[in-house]
């Protein structure tokens, strides 16, 4: 199935269907997606092309919901990758071609969706409304980009599995770190997000 022949609004129906409702996030991770989808040269993700493909999503919102559901792409097929840089962006990558395009959302696109639908009051409506026919030159910003891809990224089987030598968690695809001589998981050698019951209290990270 070539995704791009099918209607825009079957396509959104399905995303609100995932995320549980409609939002202007939704509209703009769905064209998003798209675009981000046809630039690297993806007709059917979910079908033939699912495995020549990844994405990197910049931010925990609606429209990573939205890019998830057109894609077909996840974290646990390995497919969708996860920056918290909290910039309303997405990375296109062809693994076959090595051609990769981000998809940045325009800021000035909140102000020019006012323009289109200025019979509508409530200004997020407008935005939700607009961001279905406005042009995709308005809504996002392209950059032809080069990411590189450890083998430790890419979808199948781990390719590596250590213990960590403090707390004897395993650890898969090269996420452990060496430390003082000493092969730690993340959380044993830098300090997680959690904390055990009953340890000292320690100043909260940012999220990665």
């Known amino acids: 199935m070539n995704i791009h022949e099918v209607p825009f609004e079957e396509i959104l129906e399905e995303s609100v269907r995932v995320h549980g409702h409609l939002c202007a996030g939704q509209v703009l991770g769905v064209r998003m997606a798209l675009l981000g989808l046809r630039l690297i040269g993806i007709k059917d993700p979910r079908g033939t092309d699912r495995k020549k493909f990844l994405v990197f999503v ?43 395009f981000r998809v940045i959302a325009r800021e000035e696109a909140r ?33 032809e980009v080069t990411v590189e891809v450890s083998e430790f ?11 960590c030598e403090a ?10 770190i060496e430390k003082e001589g000493r092969i730690l998981c993340r959380p044993c050698a830098e300090g997680g997000y959690f904390r055990l019951k009953g340890s000292p209290k320690r100043p909260p990270k940012a999220a990665e």
């Open 58 to 100: 910049e931010i925990d919102r609606c429209a990573t919901d939205a890019i998830q559901s057109v894609t077909g792409a996840s974290l646990g097929k390995r497919s969708l990758k996860f920056y918290d840089y909290g910039i309303m962006a997405a990375t296109f990558l062809n693994l076959e071609t090595g051609q990769a």
């Open 153 to 163: 990224d890419l979808p199948g089987r781990p390719k590596r599995r250590v213990q």
């Open 111 to 143: 102000q020019l969706a006012d323009r289109y639908f200025p019979e509508i009051s409530d200004r997020y409506r407008r935005q939700l409304e607009a961001y279905r026919v406005m042009p995709e030159e308005e809504l996002f910003e392209i950059q």
């Open 167 to 176: 707390c004897r968690i395993y650890v898969q695809d090269g996420r452990d």
